[in-house]
């Protein structure tokens, strides 16, 4: 297969889920296919980096990178040459690429040729020349240096800096925030990020094909469902595994049930922000409903461990069908009452219009993904551009708003939630009957990809097996690369005290990010 | 104004009565005195530390807030220094990036301070465990008074931990 009149042979790749096709290709191949994805407006889904001396001694590295396409997803790999394995910076067409390019430069020591060259994920707490995803490097723990890293100044008249973080005053994940502000105005912020990286990519080498779905399910608890979904359709690619049609009913299920759970909570966080403590009382409340009505029928609050490697772990009854049923009128309705109340509160509205916007060209330009891209009006949502099953027959309708605001991002999560209502009813009506389960067999020397929308936007998990069928490569991909350097423009021109509610508004993973 | 008093009246007040204390979580002898405990116990503040969980643990942790749980009405409520708290309550393994950030949170925190592990990742390392990116369980960066496991742990687990921290060793 070629895309975009160029010469690059794709061959397509088996038992995918959804179309995926894979080339080899130069440098100069990856650069054009950038050029040409970026003039059709397709986007950047991921980027990581392989360890292959043991299979090449000259190509001893590896880059791939993931875009999605009208057709599918095609993942292109460049080899990169053992002594000096630096690959062309594709941050220029899609920006996202730079903080992924610098995690790749920080953890195989494959650098871009150029951008920004400043650390990542190495927070001086292994030396410089010492990358933790070359096979041959010991996985020993060092002491901590002091290293410093070159905030961006800006500098002029009554111009200053606040340093936030990495411990957040809240309950709340860590990072680094450097705001410059004149007054109470944001002129730039700039974040560093990588506090919670904890080796999840070297800690999948050598598990078993089955075993790895617990430690993907952890790589942002809130997503736990999303992730254990795309590491299973990984895995059941490289197994060559079809699971029965009722496990991909009861998949979809759940995840509409975390996308609901997660919308729940932020929109009252959100009312929370702009001091409407009631928002985040009647939220919270429902949230909690929710939440153990998991616990219930399926026997975990946030749902983790349920979706397995070849099909699900829980079935649910009749009985149990009509509890979730009656759970979505019943929330449906208090969801209704509950917008009505935020959309005719003046002080919320006040706070939530026009605060850390980011207009529909920002947001292409930037490549922004998922709920927040959304917002600002980029079409992007896997369960209707490329649906995998059951998401063929449902026909979810996509949650669009153009004001890029935090009033949009909270619109969307409203309309999210009635449409996920929708989609649970619908689900747990048709889901057709049969085994929850088949049977995984790892198979040595195969790759596999997953790729689906979670709440917070698409999360795609790669997965190669090594010659003993354990996993050789795990790569987890969250949504919040693409989306956290758009927060540093949806700061700018706010007031510091606004930061809170924007941030919220977006709501990304720190630990999906930081591996 | 009057759909939210409507809203509110006919939620009425859903909270649930608090858990009892669970011994078991304890990884020390009860290092404060019998009177001091009383007294934290009737008003702890608390200061949560993110060392590097998934997130799991945190959104539990919230909804120890919300109103089934209703932690401040207990008397237990989190603040947004170490400076302000009795207790650390920290998630995660600790990731290495993290350590510094954790020891200082310990350090700042006046005594005397009683530190809650969070987890099984906090209590063991968990599935991430210790590697070149993580120096495991809380307890090797700092003294740990009790530990909660699960993954994560309810909030009802959360709070007999919570509780078994500042409960007398001998009750009144």
């Known amino acids: ?515 | 104004m009057i759909p939210m008093l409507r809203q509110i009246l006919r939620v009425g007040i859903v909270s649930e009565p608090a858990p009892a204390v669970d011994d078991a979580l304890r990884a020390t002898t009860q290092r404060l005195s019998d009177a001091l405990a009383r007294q934290l116990g009737r008003a702890l503040v608390i200061r949560h530390v993110d060392a590097g969980s998934c997130n799991g643990c945190e959104l539990e942790i919230h909804a120890l807030n919300n109103p089934y749980y209703n932690l401040e009405a207990i008397g237990i409520k989190f603040a947004a220094s170490p400076r302000h708290a009795d207790m650390l309550l920290v998630t995660g393994p600790v990731a290495k990036n993290m350590e510094v950030a954790l020891r200082r949170a310990y350090d700042a925190t006046p005594e005397p301070k009683l530190v809650v592990a969070v987890g099984d990742c906090g209590c063991t390392g968990g599935i991430f465990g210790e590697s070149y990116a993580s120096c495991g369980r809380v307890a090797n960066v700092i003294p740990v008074d009790v530990s909660i496991p699960g993954c994560p742990p309810t909030p009802l687990q959360l709070m007999q931990g919570i509780l078994a921290a500042i409960a007398p060793a001998k009750p009144a």
């Open chain 1, 1 to 515: 297969m070629q895309f975009f009149n160029l010469p690059i042979d794709f061959k397509p790749l088996d038992d995918h889920a959804t179309l995926t096709c894979a080339a080899r290709v130069s440098g100069s191949e990856l650069l054009a296919f950038c050029g040409a994805a970026h003039q059709a407006e397709r986007r950047l889904v991921a980027l990581w980096g392989s360890d292959e001396r043991d299979r090449d001694a000259k190509f001893g590295y590896a880059l791939h990178v993931a875009f999605d396409l009208a057709d599918g997803l095609v993942c292109l790999t460049l080899p990169l040459l053992t002594e000096n394995p630096e690959f062309p910076d594709i941050s220029l067409p899609f920006p996202a690429a730079d903080r992924m390019q610098r995690a790749v430069r920080d953890l195989l020591g494959a650098a871009p040729d150029a951008g920004d060259q400043r650390p990542w994920l190495r927070h001086a707490n292994w030396p410089a020349d010492h990358y933790p995803l070359r096979r041959d490097t010991p996985d020993a723990r060092y002491e901590t240096q002091n290293e410093d890293y070159r905030f961006v100044r800006v500098e002029g008249d009554g111009v200053h800096e606040v340093a936030v973080g990495p411990i957040h005053a809240g309950i709340i994940e860590p990072g680094h925030f450097r705001f410059s502000v004149m007054g109470e105005s944001v002129l730039r912020l700039e974040e560093r990020l990588g506090w919670k990286h904890k080796g999840i990519e070297r800690r999948f080498v050598g598990m078993g094909l089955s075993d790895g779905a617990r430690l993907a399910g952890r790589v942002s608890g809130d997503s736990t469902v999303a992730y254990a979904w795309a590491y299973s359709q990984a895995a059941e690619t490289i197994s060559g595994t079809m699971p029965p049609s009722r496990a991909l009913w009861l998949r979809a299920l759940l995840l509409e049930r975390e996308r609901v759970a997660n919308h729940l909570g932020d929109l009252g966080y959100l009312g929370n922000d702009v001091a409407l403590a009631f928002g985040l009382m009647q939220f919270m409340r429902l949230k909690e409903d929710w939440i153990r009505l998991n616990a219930r029928l399926f026997g975990h609050r946030l749902l983790m461990d349920r979706v397995i490697p070849g099909g699900v772990a829980v079935d649910l009854d009749a009985a149990g069908a009509q509890e979730i049923i009656d759970q979505c009128h019943a929330v449906g309705r208090e969801v209704r009452n509950l917008k009505r109340i935020y959309d005719e509160h003046a002080g919320l509205q006040d706070r939530f219009l026009a605060t850390g916007r980011v207009t529909p060209q920002l947001a292409k330009q930037l490549g922004v993904i998922g709920l927040a891209g959304r917002a600002s009006a980029q079409h992007w949502d896997l369960r209707c551009n490329h649906p995998c099953q059951p998401y063929d027959q449902l026909a979810p309708k996509m949650a669009i708003e153009r004001d890029g605001d935090v009033a949009a991002r909270a619109l969307v999560r409203f309309a999210e939630i009635v449409e996920s209502l929708r989609l649970i009813e619908r689900i747990v009506s048709e889901m057709p009957p049969g085994s929850i389960r088949a049977e995984l067999r790892s198979e040595p020397d195969k790759r596999g990809i997953g790729w689906i929308e979670g709440w917070r936007g698409d999360v795609l998990v790669a997965l190669e097996t090594g010659a003993d069928g354990k996993i050789r490569r795990g790569h987890c991909h969250d949504p919040s690369w693409q989306n956290w350097p758009v927060l540093e423009h949806a700061a700018i021109d706010n007031i510091v005290p606004d930061f809170p509610l924007i941030n919220k508004s977006f709501n990304l993973s720190y630990s999906g990010q930081d591996l």
